[in-house]
């Protein structure tokens, strides 16, 4: 009976080791598969972004003033980056840190201005690389970035790691950015323009007595196309 039962106990041991050894052979042998971050929104795995394309344009800086050709340079910049054109373009004026350098770095940047180009979408910097002789004038252009959705598919029924499709967001994020106006808006912010504090204490006091806050009709504004000038 007593060599029956050390036999037993002698096979539960050795079945249990085994075990173990399995066990740690199973944890320890190669690197686990990675796992895929859970996407919780379409733009987490297709980002949002703005694409920037700059194209320079170099002045000599000339003693007395704006050349013709350069005029004739600084309207074609104009042409592109000007409110009239409508088109998500930036300028930026490159100069040297020397105050020459800086005031005729000014000077273009007035032409520009009277050129209907915004002075929210134009900038000065100075840079010590900057040759003090030239002015860098950089046209920056902006598109938001789309992607090519569809190029490769899995199996759409592999659902139990419950993790988020390759193509997850592709098409929603490249929508998106097909419908944004300005793509510089994705960024940065655009500045805040002033509020009009005295229209909106109007408006508030007429809210607030129950009177009609909108503009009243203007008689002159209500004339039919036979009206108009021929």
Not at 74 to 86: K, N
Not at 110 to 132: E, F, H, K
Request: hydrophobic share 40%.
């Amino acid at each position: 009976m007593t060599h029956s039962l050390s036999h037993k106990t002698a096979a539960l041991l050795a079945l249990a080791l085994l075990g173990g050894t399995l066990t740690a052979c199973a944890t320890t042998s190669g690197n686990p598969a990675p796992v895929k971050p859970m996407a919780v929104l379409p733009t987490e795995q297709f980002a949002l972004t703005a694409q920037t394309m700059n194209r320079p344009i170099n002045l000599r800086i000339n003693p007395n003033g704006l050349s013709d050709n350069q005029r004739l340079a600084l309207d074609q910049v104009a042409g592109h980056a000007s409110w009239i054109s409508g088109e998500p373009v930036n300028v930026q004026i490159v100069t040297n840190g020397d105050p020459n350098s800086v005031a005729a770095g000014r000077m273009v940047g007035s032409y520009l201005i009277n050129r209907d180009v915004d002075t929210g979408n134009m900038s000065q910097v100075s840079r010590q690389d900057q040759p003090a002789d030239i002015i860098t004038v950089n046209l920056v252009y902006y598109r938001a970035r789309t992607y090519d959705c569809g190029q490769h598919w899995e199996n759409m029924a592999k659902t139990a790691a419950n993790a988020p499709y390759d193509n997850f967001g592709c098409a929603v994020t490249s929508n998106i950015a097909a419908q944004i106006a300005d793509p510089r808006d994705l960024s940065q912010p655009a500045p805040a323009t002033s509020t009009d504090v005295g229209r909106k204490s109007v408006i508030l006091g007429k809210y607030r007595a129950g009177d009609t806050t909108g503009a009243t009709a203007d008689a002159a504004s209500s004339g039919n196309i036979s009206d108009a000038i021929k």
